[in-house]
């Protein structure tokens, strides 16, 4: 058992709600560009602080005169986009609860979710979107309001608020106080029905305001530079959500990109110029793999091994420098680390928009290499950890010291313990109220103010925690091995080939996997080898990319003892996704789906 504390920063006490931010930011400087936003023709153009208040209070008293009241739900079912935040702002200025769905959500999911949490309004994107709410609007007999963003939504409600006084506005924001409920943000649910998170005003001034006081640099920018974020991550999840309440309450420019294609956030990521990005290591590993498949097609393979072999060499020397365990870079590898800096990791800053030299990573563990790697190119990304119930991140890697590898230390004002069985527990104010309408599961995670995360880890001497699996996918062998997956599909998952990996063995003689391939990374490999393109049904039996894949597996067993090892595996011919139910909508497996559709070959790895 280990526990370690960082005590908080100093801070004044909260007051109001989240939705002040706004008012008062356009009251001291409203010519400060505070967003970016796409016009029709895909140009970025400006939003000041004035600008983005005067749209909140039109589309709040909208909102009023629509019939939406304080403590009304109104789900938001939507892509990232400038009019989610403009949806967030307007309904905490009159003190109603967005509430967020996933726009990949099934009729089904979303009939449970409206269900659960009584919503009294809708806000869709699109008409794919109405006609899913529609499909189950029979039984939703509380839903009275839908409204679609891409048929006017936004202006149809600024009209009808237009005769509304300003000041109807003010009264309900007024009334707004940290410990009102700000949303209910509901679990993926990985191994069950999704559960509504009960988050408070005070929640995300917690998490919001302690990131930003202490990753000042990440959200500073350079001096002279104007901070600015280009937001990815879906909004429908409490990271992008809290990254986007820091990047108002900090001042920091925001834009939004709907699309994960490298064929629509490339241009957009030139465009903006962020100066920080925030992402989950999938999209990480893919700019590195894409890098180096450039790189192989132009023939400069082993200058970029040998570049990417010196950033990391460069990123642990200065690691261990912060650690007081070495000098930090020599004056070889630093002559060595300036060549490739110019030739190699130039390039790869550029595809990040140029500007971009910290970025911060949650929803999964990074490979400590990749780390090591971005961080010497240029672009330091600061691993995180956290959940839905602890409104995003409990822990994080300091910025003067960075342990790649790990999830970092707790926030300031947060605990984390480790209990007997290993499961890590934390303590602090972004902690959520708990499960609406669940008492009993409320129960079994709160403590005594420690939140059970459900996930294992373990603490080191400096207070860096490291997450190595989840208590409810611990596989036990009929041998009665017990083993965390974890740790063996992300290792085989590291190589460039594979896309994802489950790992099997639950009450079996051994451990066995499901690997799913990249198809963009496998149609280059084989342009390399001059070999023609494969239908998937040949693809999963070529002998060649069997031995590829069998080196990655061999690979990760190198992690774990020979009872815990990868015995045999299966390729599969598509992916796992989540319109076939395999994948929750922040890109997590579903375990016990992906064993049931592929029940015929899990069985066939054990004859």
Not at 95 to 116: C, F, L, N, R
Not at 148 to 153: I, N, Y
Not at 193 to 201: A, E
Request: charged share 25%; with cysteine.
């Amino acid at each position: 058992m280990r526990e370690f504390t960082v005590p908080p920063l100093p801070a004044t006490p909260y007051a109001g709600g989240l939705a002040d931010a706004v008012f008062d930011h356009a009251l001291d400087e409203p010519d400060r560009v505070a967003l970016g936003r796409k016009d029709a023709g895909g140009v970025w153009r400006d939003v000041t602080s004035a600008a983005f208040r005067d749209e909140v209070l039109a589309l709040a008293k909208g909102l009023l005169a629509q019939g939406v009241r304080f403590g009304d739900r109104v789900a938001i079912m939507s892509r990232t986009r400038y009019e989610w935040t403009l949806f967030d702002f307007a309904l905490w200025s009159v003190g109603a609860q967005p509430v967020p769905v996933y726009p990949t959500s099934s009729a089904e999911q979303i009939h449970w979710m409206m269900h659960d949490a009584g919503i009294s309004a809708c806000v869709v994107e699109n008409e794919d979107h109405a006609m899913t709410v529609g499909s189950v609007i029979d039984r939703l007999p509380g839903l009275g309001r839908l409204w679609q963003l891409d048929a006017g939504a936004v202006e149809e409600l600024y009209a009808a608020g237009a005769a509304l006084d300003d000041e109807v506005v003010h009264r309900h924001r007024s009334a707004v106080t940290p410990d009102s409920v700000a949303t209910v943000i509901y679990t993926s649910g990985t191994t069950g029905r999704p559960r509504g998170c009960v988050i408070t005003h005070a929640n995300f001034m917690f998490e919001a305001d302690t990131v930003l006081a202490r990753w000042g640099p990440v959200f500073g920018g350079r001096r002279g530079e104007e901070a600015s974020t280009l937001l990815f991550l879906p909004l429908s999840h409490v990271f992008g959500r809290m990254i986007e309440i820091a990047a108002v309450r900090g001042r920091v420019r925001l834009g939004h990109q709907p699309a994960l294609q490298a064929s629509a956030l490339l241009p957009d990521l030139a465009a903006f110029r962020p100066s920080f990005i925030l992402a989950v290591p999938y999209i990480f590993e893919k700019v590195f793999h894409a890098a180096r498949r450039r790189a192989e097609t132009e023939g400069r393979a082993p200058a970029f091994d040998k570049a990417v072999e010196v950033a990391v060499r460069y990123a642990e020397a200065q690691e261990q420098r912060a650690f007081d365990l070495g000098p930090g870079p020599s004056a070889a590898l630093r002559m060595q680390h300036q060549i490739f800096d110019r030739a190699v990791y130039a390039r790869l800053r550029e595809a990040l928009g140029g500007r971009v030299r910290h970025a911060m990573s949650g929803g999964s563990a990074m490979d400590r290499r990749l780390g090591l790697f971005f961080a010497g190119a240029g672009v330091r990304i600061y691993e995180g950890y956290g959940l839905t119930e602890s409104c995003a991140a409990a822990t994080a890697n300091p910025p003067e010291r960075t342990r790649f590898g790990t999830v970092g230390r707790p926030i300031p004002g947060t605990s984390v313990h480790i209990a007997d069985d290993g499961e890590v527990w934390l303590r602090g104010g972004q902690i959520f109220a708990g499960y609406l309408n669940d008492p009993k599961a409320t129960d079994d995670a709160l403590h005594d103010g420690w939140l059970a995360t459900g996930d294992i880890g373990a603490l080191d001497d400096d207070g860096y925690l490291t997450i190595t699996g989840r208590k409810k996918e611990i596989l036990v062998t009929s041998g009665g091995k017990s083993v965390s997956p974890v740790v063996l599909e992300e290792r085989v998952r590291a190589h460039p080939l594979v896309a994802q990996c489950l790992v099997v063995g639950n009450d079996r003689p051994y451990v066995a996997a499901l690997v799913t391939i990249d198809q963009e990374a496998v149609d280059h490999w084989l342009a390399l080898r001059r070999k023609p393109p494969l239908k998937a049904a040949e693809l999963v039996r070529d002998p060649d990319l069997e031995a590829e894949i069998r080196r990655a597996v061999v690979a990760a067993n190198t992690a774990v003892s020979q009872a815990e090892s990868i015995r045999t595996f299966r390729i599969l011919a598509h992916p796992f996704s989540e319109a076939r139910g395999l994948l929750t909508p922040s890109l997590k497996l579903k375990r016990k789906a992906i064993e049931a559709s592929y029940a015929a070959e899990v069985a066939a790895l054990y004859r």
